[in-house]
């Protein structure tokens, strides 16, 4: 941008002196820059001196009362990169200062990180009258956390310009009251100040172009209007309270709809014929909105809108202390949004910032008036509900929450299902902090989570330690490994023609000191929503390698179950192959589950899946049939070598047509993709019969053992299960 002329003298007022001096400790004291320097433009010389300095006193001496040109700051400008209505200049692009502009180097390290201050580096606004005049520089330098400033530091820089612009703008009204003394009617014409002149009871009687202007009203639609006509019409008992020597700050409210700050200075007027005053207008409108960012960003998450932590706390803590006054209890619904993690790695955060807009949305919209919707962190929300009449109550605004968040979503062309998992706590008229509450609802939710996703758990206090227990479960899980608390059960898959065990399944379990052996259901999600995932994971395929290879010749078969996040690391194939190679076991005597539902949203999941398959190891799509993912999963991925039929379609063998010609659809499908079909779940005789009669040869279940720890295995085959035989009264 090419710098205007402008009007301003070189001697500067003691009211800007001192009004910069405070914009320049402010920013100091505030903002954390050590040295911060005001420069202002003297057009009669085309040059820029400075007119306040915060710094060191070396810094003050050198800087304060110098001259430097106008052409070389305007060479800075167009050197430098925009940052909002800032300007930034990177020691690594720019040339040689020009006309010594800052003269002075601070004596600060050079750290070699991307986001550390250089020395050279430079940051400064441009400070501009409400007119687009130009009317200095505003620079800083020096950050104390010896970084560059961040979004949040930048806008309140950019207010701090507009502040110290409007203090210029007013000295330059000021040097000029003198010439309007004399020359009234020409610079009340032609003024960018917006200028009325009022009669006693303050009616307009004459108002300038720049009145005219930012009230978007003609001259003659003013003339003869009250003063408070023209405010906005909630704020015009403000307006009306502007007196002489005290401005009011109001909204406006144009005809076109549109609302504008503006700064409202009233003066006396007072002549041979009596009284009346004269009326200027600040447009403040900037400023405004610059305040109002800063009040949101402290106070409101700046993706979602929604209050954030801060605030959301602050409102549950409101709600406890008014709630004497209110009739029922204040509940705390504490949401998690499921699998977010999977959305931001398959799509990208731009989906999945769109993704968590429009949860939020769907969050607000389905709780009551009244009721308070925070985002406490990335996947996290708080909904705050006072006038909670009872349990059933609370229940029922969950429902709603859970129902109104599912709905099918799609964007970017992609289909997605949300869903939060929440916890609710309730004060029930108890004496509680609203931090006891946050944790309390924090508890059930892990609860709801392990339990199933997408559902709801109500903490209960009298029977509540469990979900604190599952809480101290997650931190018990390094203590588990430390101590090898936990162990492999094998449950035998066998081939139906004969009855012979060929592999088994590893499962995990978990012999907890004080809770006994826990099963899977009661710890697993645990693991996988912490930090360990990956070391259980390592010794869970260490273990069952070693384990395999003890097993005769023909039975050392086994399956590990691995999620879509460990198949996604760049080492498992080398920590595969070590369990493999410690344990001496032939690499395709491993099969590696994978869940059928998740993989598929990684767009490298071919990539992924084909390193281990190169490792001669056989991959298996688990539970195959209830996931979305249906036919396309195995187009896509040619590594899967094995199928394993859900237990779903085996239990209503015999009883649903349906079933049988499915599972015998799925034989075909496996035969001719050349892939292992395992069926899972079988308990009974008959079950196995028919599967035999559908072309299944491999299958697991009750039938045939239940998951048990490692036992010497012998060496001749096991007694064929008779299929044939009439079904049992009661699985096996």
């Known amino acids: 941008m090419a710098f205007e002329q402008q009007a301003l003298s070189a001697d500067v007022s003691k009211e800007l002196a001192e009004t910069l001096e405070l914009v320049v400790d402010a920013i100091v004291e505030s903002l954390g820059f050590e040295v911060v320097v005001v420069n202002l433009v003297d057009e009669r010389d085309d040059s820029m001196f400075v007119a306040a300095v915060r710094g060191p006193d070396d810094v003050r001496e050198l800087l304060l009362n110098r001259r430097q040109g106008r052409a070389g700051w305007q060479q800075l400008v167009d050197q430098s990169e925009a940052w909002g209505r800032l300007r930034f200049l990177d020691h690594a692009t720019a040339t040689a200062d020009p006309d010594d502009i800052f003269s002075w180097r601070p004596d600060t390290p050079v750290v070699d990180e991307p986001d550390a201050w250089h020395p050279d580096d430079a940051l400064f606004a441009l400070l501009v009258g409400s007119d687009g005049r130009h009317l200095g520089m505003l620079s800083v330098d020096v950050p104390s956390d010896g970084k560059r400033p961040g979004p949040i530091t930048r806008r309140a820089l950019e207010a701090f310009a507009v502040t110290a612009s409007l203090a210029i703008q007013q000295a330059t009204l000021a040097s000029e009251r003198a010439v309007l003394v004399r020359h009234f009617e020409a610079v009340f014409e032609n003024s960018p100040v917006a200028i009325a002149v009022l009669d006693d009871q303050r009616r307009f009687v004459r108002v300038n172009d720049a009145y005219s202007r930012f009230l978007g009203r003609s001259r003659a639609d003013l003339v003869g209007c009250d003063l408070l006509e023209a405010a906005h019409p909630d704020d015009r008992s403000g307006a009306d309270t502007a007196t002489p020597g005290h401005p009011v700050e109001q909204r406006y409210l144009l005809p076109d709809g549109t609302v504008v700050w503006g700064r409202l200075h009233l003066a006396p007027l007072a002549d041979e014929q009596g009284g009346g005053s004269m009326a200027q207008i600040e447009d403040v409108t900037d400023r405004k909105a610059a305040e109002e960012s800063l009040v949101r960003q402290a106070h409101f998450d700046a993706l979602t809108g929604l209050a954030n932590r801060f605030e959301s706390v602050r409102r549950l803590e409101g709600a406890l202390a008014a709630r004497g006054r209110a009739r029922g209890s204040v509940a705390v619904l504490f949401c998690d949004l499921d699998r977010l993690k999977l959305v931001n790695d398959a799509h990208g955060h731009a989906v999945g910032d769109a993704y968590l807009r429009e949860v939020s949305r769907r969050l607000a919209e389905s709780v009551r008036d009244g009721d308070v919707v925070g985002r406490l962190s990335g996947d996290e929300f708080v909904v705050i509900a006072p006038n909670i009449l009872n349990r059933a109550d609370a229940a029922q605004l969950a429902d709603r929450i859970v129902a109104q968040v599912r709905r099918p979503l799609r964007l970017a ?19 509680v902090s609203a931090d006891e509450l946050l944790a309390h609802a924090d508890a059930a939710m892990y609860r709801a989570k392990l339990e199933e996703r997408g559902s709801w758990y109500l903490y209960e206090a009298s029977s509540g330690s469990s979900p604190a227990d599952l809480l101290r479960l997650r931190h018990d899980v390094a203590h588990a490994l430390e101590h090898e608390e936990f162990v492999l059960h094998y449950q035998p898959i066998v081939a139906l023609d004969d009855g012979r065990t060929v592999g088994h399944e590893a499962l995990l379990r978990w012999q907890h000191p004080v809770q006994g052996l826990l099963a899977p259901g009661q710890f697993l999600d645990v693991v996988l929503d912490s930090e360990y995932e990956t070391p259980v994971t390592d010794w869970v395929l260490d273990r069952a390698c070693r384990d395999a290879a003890a ?27 070590a369990a493999l190679r410690r344990a001496r076991l032939d690499p395709s005597e491993l099969v590696l589950e994978l869940t059928e539902d998740r993989l598929l949203a990684r767009e490298d999941g071919d990539r992924l899946l084909q390193r281990l398959r190169d490792l001669g190891v056989v ?5 195959f049939g209830t996931g979305y993912a249906g036919l396309s999963y195995l187009e896509r991925f040619d590594a899967v070598g094995m199928l394993k039929l859900d237990r779903s379609f085996i239990s209503s063998l015999g009883t649903r047509p349906a079933s049988r010609h499915i599972v015998s659809s799925v034989v075909g499908l496996a035969r001719d993709c050349g892939l292992q079909l395992v069926a899972e779940g079988v308990e009974t005789r008959e079950q196995a019969r028919l599967l035999v009669e559908c072309g299944v040869q491999l299958a697991q279940g009750y039938l045939f053992g239940r998951p048990a720890p490692l036992v010497p295995v012998p060496a001749v085959p096991a007694q064929p299960v008779p299929v044939a035989l009439p079904v049992p009264a009661s699985p096996v």
Do not use: H, Y
Not at 413 to 431: C, N, R, Y
Not at 551 to 577: C, F, I, M
């Open 619 to 623: 991959l298996a799509v688990d539970d």
């Open 551 to 577: 097993r005769p010749a023909g039975q050392r078969r086994v399956s590990v179950n691995v999620s879509s996040v460990q198949v996604g690391r760049r080492d498992l194939p080398k920590v595969v192959a």
């Open 413 to 431: 062309g992609l289909d997605f299902t949300p869903s939060l998992s929440i916890g609710i706590s309730l004060d029930e008229g108890a004496v």
